[in-house]
């Protein structure tokens, strides 16, 4: 059995308690080294064999799961985050399907979700924006040619980019150029959670400035958005003159 297990978004106490007793009765374990907190290895068992997926290919990380469920093992394969979020993991559960190997998935927290308590923020803020745009920047591999940053930048919602830190001069251009202004409020936030995190408040126009000054390059989320700004409406949720299932307007 190959269990797919989201590491969370990088405190080892941010993974889930089903995530970590699968690690914690795991054979086997298979981790994205390059993203992946080393810290939450403290829940191995000590005979546990551990793999950095980082120094492997597809091809090898199967090989290891198809070996350790000939000698019916149990693997842990250790996504950072959440693995539905470009985790690959597609590509793998198909290649498990043909080996009529058994797996599951454990759900973890998005890096989205820790940058977003890092800020202390909302995404979804009323008369504000009620959409989240989760991206990224077209780099060395493309992007479907209607999910161009420029195209959706023109709906003006919140924007959470991931894998584009390296990429910030072309963010800032065609974010400008689908419709959001320059002074539009954006954020970085390395390493959510980790005990090494950092937030750099900035606007969209000043994004490249700003990473390059603070020396980020890797290992970060890119937020930008008018969630980010001071003005919203109240919620009707708990406004006392909306009716709701559960409680009737105050007159």
């Given at each position: 059995?190959?269990?797919?297990?989201?590491?969370?978004?990088?405190?080892?106490?941010l993974i889930t308690v089903r995530g970590a007793k699968l690690l914690s009765e795991a054979?086997?374990?298979?981790?994205?080294?390059s993203l992946v907190n080393p810290a939450l290895l403290a829940y191995a068992k000590e005979d546990c064999e551990i793999h950095d997926s980082a120094k492997m290919t597809l091809?090898?990380?199967?090989?290891?799961?198809?070996?350790?469920?000939?000698?019916?093992?149990?693997t842990v394969r250790l996504h950072t985050g959440d693995s539905s979020i470009y985790g690959a993991v597609r590509e793998q559960f198909d290649k498990l399907i043909e080996l009529g190997i058994e797996y599951?998935?454990?759900?973890?927290?998005?890096?989205?979700?820790?940058?977003?308590?890092?800020?202390k923020a909302e995404y979804t803020l009323p008369e504000v924006s009620?959409?989240?745009?989760?991206t990224r920047m077209e780099?060395?591999?493309?992007?479907?040619?209607?999910?161009k940053l420029r195209l959706l930048a023109s709906h003006g919602a919140t924007m959470v980019l991931f894998l584009s830190v390296g990429l910030l001069d072309g963010v800032q251009r065609e974010l400008m150029a689908g419709g959001y202004a320059p002074e539009t409020?954006?954020?970085?936030?390395?390493?959510?959670?980790?005990?090494d995190e950092k937030i750099f408040r900035c606007r969209l126009c000043d994004?490249?400035?700003t990473a390059e000054k603070n020396n980020v390059k890797k290992t970060a989320l890119i937020l930008v958005g008018h969630f980010l700004g001071d003005e919203y409406a109240r919620s009707k949720l708990y406004d006392p003159a909306f009716t709701t299932e559960f409680r009737e307007a105050e007159k």
């Open positions: 059995m190959v269990h797919f297990v989201g590491a969370g978004c990088g405190a080892p106490d054979d086997v374990i298979i981790y994205a080294g091809e090898q990380v199967i090989e290891v799961m198809k070996s350790a469920e000939a000698q019916g093992k149990t599951d998935v454990c759900p973890g927290v998005s890096s989205m979700s820790g940058a977003a308590a890092a800020l009620q959409t989240v745009i989760v780099g060395r591999t493309p992007v479907p040619e209607k999910e409020p954006a954020a970085i936030v390395y390493k959510a959670s980790w005990p994004l490249k400035d």
